[in-house]
């Protein structure tokens, strides 16, 4: 089996190193490493970058894909299926979470353990079989591997974990057990994830207010010693994903019906200081 993995952050070391040796593994990072105009066709796509790069990420794949292949994003937030499924078609296109550690070592994220996965069937009979495939390997590898039909109650979830813990993290520059010793940041994280829950149940994947708050707050105590990764991408420097979390639930909201102005005030918040690019869902 023929791999890419678009993206060679911290994800994508988790993904390369589960894959490593079980496949022919092409690495493309548009810094470190451009495609070659020679490449051949991959039967699995895998894009694991920030959501900044997700466009740059989608154009590659379309590329590089075999016609029966899979694009796979297991990327945080909400919009980067879309972007897929503009670029490779639905037949092709498949959403996933990951879970995974990353600490910064010599000035790079680096991964903390091999990660777990849950990745949903491809509408396509020859991309299913693509990534059962990929799954197959990636469990071979050593990761936590389930295959779903809907992902998209997984995918809330995290994207509900990310808005409760990650701006807020990175406003107030905490740990995530230092966040959930905070009784006042805990109140606005309780705030935001029930948020993200009202948004996900109108979007048909039901989440009660009081299950958003424990679920962002077992989390938090589980990675307790965890600095957020947009902690660390304010810290660096680096843009941050808020405008495809906090940013795009309170878009979706707003299509929704529904209030989310701690989301949106997240988004204005830590666009304000310099990185990623604010919503303005709401006018």
């Not at 909400?78 to 503009?86: P, Q, R, S, T």
């Amino acid at each position: 089996m023929r791999v890419a993995i678009l993206g060679m952050g911290a994800i994508g070391q988790v993904v390369a190193r589960a894959l490593d040796g079980r496949v022919d593994l092409v690495k493309v990072d548009r810094t470190h490493a451009p495609l070659r105009a020679d490449e051949r066709p991959v039967d699995a796509a895998v894009v694991t970058t920030k959501t900044p790069g997700t466009s740059w990420a989608a154009d590659i794949a379309v590329e590089l894909l075999m016609p029966n292949g899979v694009a796979l994003t297991i990327q945080n937030g909400l919009g980067n299926f879309e972007a897929l499924v503009a670029a490779v078609g639905r037949e092709r296109a498949s959403v996933g979470v990951i879970y995974v550690g990353a600490q910064l070592v010599d000035g790079a994220l680096r991964a903390t353990g091999p990660g777990k996965v849950e990745l949903g069937r491809p509408a396509g009979q020859g991309p299913r079989a693509s990534l059962d495939a990929l799954a197959k390997l990636l469990k071979a590898g050593g990761m936590d591997v389930t295959v779903v039909d809907d992902p998209w109650p997984s995918v809330w979830r995290k994207v509900l974990t990310n808005a409760a813990v990650n701006p807020l993290s990175a406003l107030i520059r905490k740990t995530n057990a230092e966040l959930l010793a905070d009784a006042p940041a805990c109140r606005i994280a309780d705030g935001l994830a029930r948020e993200v829950a009202r948004v996900a149940s109108a979007a048909g994947v039901a989440i009660g207010d009081d299950d958003a708050v424990k679920q962002w707050r077992a989390m938090a105590a589980l990675t307790g010693g965890n600095r957020s990764s947009m902690l660390q991408d304010v810290e660096a420097g680096r843009p941050t994903e808020i405008d495809a979390i906090s940013g795009a639930v309170a878009r979706e909201g707003d299509r929704q019906g529904i209030a989310t102005p701690l989301n949106l005030a997240m988004s204005l918040l830590v666009g304000s200081i310099g990185i990623g690019n604010p919503v303005g869902a709401k006018g």
